[in-house]
Structure formats: structure tokens, C-alpha cells
């Protein structure tokens, strides 16, 4: 296979981690505000999904430091997406659940 085959494929290697680096970790929120033990779910994820991400990053990188670059751009890249898909956080949504006045 050509370079630049292979640095296309760890740039998209890298938005298939990061999408699910990033809906993980959306995943795991919404799991730890109804669990009873929210600690638990947050650890435990964020184990996962960093053993997850920082494997695949040594696989598509394959010791070329272009490919780690490709595999970082396609990660940012599904969390500039993911960040955009979900939405304003749920404050910036509804300012009576703050707390405050009117």
C-alpha cells in the first residue's frame, strides 16, 4: 500500500477512536446522573476508553510519526463533530435550572 493510503486510513482510524472516545464519554455521562454510584461509572470508563484510544493510536500509527499525526486530526476532527452534534450543555439550554432568578 502507498504512504499515502496509509495515512489516509490512520485519519480515519482516528475519527472512528475519537467517535468513540467522545460518545463514550456522552454515554457515560448520561449513565452516572441516574447511577448510584456515578464515581464508579466515570473511573471505569475513562480506564476503558483511554486503554481503547491510546491502542489504537499505537496500531494506526505503526511506528510513522505521519500516521500518529493523520490518527490525531481524524480524533479532534470526531470531536469538533461529536461537540457540534450534541449540543449547547444543558445550562446554556434552560437558565431556570440554574438556580437563580427568574
Known amino acids: 500500500m502507498s504512504e499515502a ?3 489516509t486510513l490512520a485519519g480515519v482510524s ?4 475519537g467517535g468513540l472516545f467522545f460518545g463514550g464519554l456522552w454515554w457515560t455521562i448520561r449513565m452516572g446522573l441516574t ?6 461509572w466515570l473511573l ?6 483511554t ?13 510513522d510519526w505521519r ?3 493523520a490518527c490525531l486530526a481524524g480524533f479532534v476532527l470526531a470531536r469538533i463533530v461529536l461537540t457540534r452534534v450534541a449540543g449547547a450543555p444543558i ?3 434552560t ?5 437563580g432568578g427568574p
Open 35 to 40: 447511577s448510584g454510584r456515578p464515581a464508579a
Open 5 to 7: 493510503t496509509l495515512v
Open 91 to 93: 445550562e446554556n439550554r
Open 67 to 69: 500516521r500518529l499525526v
Open 14 to 17: 482516528g475519527v472512528l477512536l
Open 51 to 63: 486503554a481503547i484510544a491510546l491502542g489504537g493510536f499505537y496500531l494506526a500509527a505503526g511506528g
Open 44 to 49: 471505569g470508563s475513562l480506564v476503558v476508553r
Open 95 to 99: 437558565p431556570s435550572l440554574r438556580g
